[in-house]
């Protein structure tokens, strides 16, 4: 009984050292609980969250046991810690770029920065005939001067290789037109209803039936294409397979 006695009094003694360590470093813990005495007749003392050591005997009962309580420093004795938001970093100011260049063709592609020609008129004098065969009032093997004075600057040309005979190439809106190595007209090729090829009248996106009526009999025919041949030329009208409509007209020099 004299051990357990000594026990407990030297827990008691450590609890007064750390608190007044505590005390010293300016941090008290809260109130401590109100020390429980053993009652007389009972085999444990305090509450029963204590070591379970049983009381000392004394006489006044008045012999103080700390309990686990007691040596808990409140949580709400700990300043919470102070955070300090960082300043928001001004929006960097986007640098001055300059603006991109528009691409050019690649190859031997070379777009023209003209402004739109007018489309080209046919006269009577100039439509489509077995003795002199033309597409929009142009015939075969004039030179590129003539026929680019009358059409107009392009909108684009290039260059279709040959080795034997390379085909310089001008785009219009509504056609193109082909120069061979010695500048002279070797095709024109209509692939626009938006303007008359000068055939009579007849257009790209009409019937079989209409090109018969304006050109006559086709010296050969398919579901596909239509041909005249006459004064070394072929002018060709490529048909829809599924509505037989005219979809392109070309005249071009036989082989």
Not at 96 to 113: D, I, R, T, Y
Not at 219 to 240: A, E, F, M, W
């Amino acid at each position: 009984m004299q051990r357990q006695a000594t026990v407990v009094a030297y827990r008691y003694i450590a609890g007064l050292l750390i608190i007044a360590a505590l005390a010293g470093c300016g941090r008290m813990p809260a109130e401590p609980a109100e020390l429980s005495s053993p009652q007389e007749g009972t085999p444990g003392y305090g509450s029963t969250r204590n070591s379970g050591y049983p009381a000392p005997p004394t006489e006044s009962g008045r012999d103080a046991v700390v309990s686990k309580d007691t040596m808990h420093i409140s949580s709400s004795t700990t300043e919470p810690p102070v955070s300090y938001a960082a300043p928001a970093a001004a929006p960097s100011a986007a640098p001055n770029l300059p603006a991109a260049e528009p691409s050019k063709p690649v190859g031997k592609s070379e777009a023209q920065a003209a402004p739109a020609q007018p489309k080209p008129k046919v006269d009577a004098e100039d439509a489509y005939k077995e003795e002199n065969p033309t597409l929009l009032g142009l015939t075969l093997h004039t030179e590129r001067d003539a026929v680019l004075a009358k059409l107009g600057n392009a909108k684009n040309k290039f260059t279709m290789d040959d080795d034997a005979d390379p085909i310089t190439v001008y785009e219009y809106a509504d056609f193109s037109v082909g120069f061979n190595k010695d500048n002279r007209l070797e095709f024109v090729d209509v692939h626009s209803p938006d303007i008359d090829p000068g055939l009579h009248g007849l257009r790209i996106g009409q019937s079989v039936d209409d090109a018969v009526k304006a050109l006559g009999k086709p010296d050969t025919s398919s579901t596909v294409v239509l041909t005249y041949r006459t004064q070394g030329t072929v002018l060709k009208l490529d048909l829809d397979a599924k509505s037989g409509l005219i979809r392109s007209i070309k005249l071009f020099a036989s082989k």
